[in-house]
């Protein structure tokens, strides 16, 4: 299963997010549901880095099937209302795909 887990700080916005495990859907290669996790977070973060600027802490493991993403804190105003954004928007694509493959994947917040 994979677990998706979502930090928010002090304001409520998105400061982190952790993907972790494989949906195991279907075999390596076929698996729609860790291919949609897959295109949905890294397009958001390399949409971040190209509509903001701003450049994310990324670690990818070593393992595969791990992923976590953090948002450089202290940011001006206008630039973090953008990364918020596009971020809600990655939380509300991974949530379509829980809500259509809950077996196969799970997400939880964070303070």
């Keep these: 299963m994979i677990t998706v887990t979502i930090h928010r700080n002090q304001k409520g916005f998105i400061q982190s997010f952790t993907i972790k495990g494989?949906?195991?859907?279907?075999?390596?290669?076929?698996d729609i549901v860790c291919a949609g996790v897959s295109a949905v977070t890294f397009g958001t973060i390399n949409a971040v880095e190209a509509l903001t600027g701003i450049v994310?802490?990324?670690?990818?493991?070593?393992?595969?099937?791990?992923?976590?993403c953090r948002i450089p804190e202290g940011l001006p105003a206008e630039t973090e209302e953008k990364v918020r954004l596009l971020l809600e928007g990655m939380l509300v694509s991974l949530k379509t795909i829980e809500r259509d493959y809950h077996e196969y994947i799970t997400i939880t917040f964070k303070p």
């Design 56 to 68: 994310p802490d990324v670690d990818q493991g070593s393992e595969g099937g791990y992923l976590h």
């Design 22 to 30: 494989h949906a195991n859907f279907a075999r390596r290669g076929s």
